[in-house]
């Protein structure tokens, strides 16, 4: 059994933050796939532009607990261009055991409470 990789868990993350911003109506102007560049999302929504910073957790890291600094950075960077910045975290679990290693083999549940406006969590 082998284990997710950082890369698959991020991933996992994307796919799922990225079908509910689709879904929800969200116009695509940017996607960073690559874990660690920042904002992941560009994209507009009743002609507002919004960053929005994604991360994949394992257990017993919390999904809403922000990188701080990270999305301050981003925060500033978003007023510049009159946008909105947020955090978007994704819990990726065993499905019998948050405890438990993740692996392709025993599947996994996310956990992602929604997006959260970043100067309402710095």
Do not use: E, T
């Given at each position: 059994m082998s284990t997710l990789s950082t890369n698959e868990i991020h991933q996992i993350a994307m796919n799922l933050v990225g079908?509910?911003?689709e879904?929800?109506?969200y116009e695509f102007l940017g996607v960073n796939s690559k874990?660690?560049?920042d904002p992941q999302f560009v994209c507009t929504f009743n002609?507002?532009?919004?960053?929005?910073?994604?991360r994949g957790f394992l257990?017993?890291?919390?999904?809403l607990s922000p990188d701080r600094a990270l999305l301050k950075k981003v925060a500033d960077h978003a007023e510049k261009f009159d946008a909105k910045a947020y955090w978007?975290?994704?819990g990726v679990y065993h499905p019998e055991d948050r405890k438990l290693p993740v692996s392709k083999s025993t599947g996994y549940e996310l956990?992602?409470?929604g997006l959260y406006l970043a100067e309402e969590v710095l």
């Open positions: 079908s509910q911003l879904g929800a109506g874990p660690g560049v002609k507002q532009l919004h960053f929005i910073v994604v257990y017993p890291a919390d999904p978007a975290g994704v956990d992602f409470k």
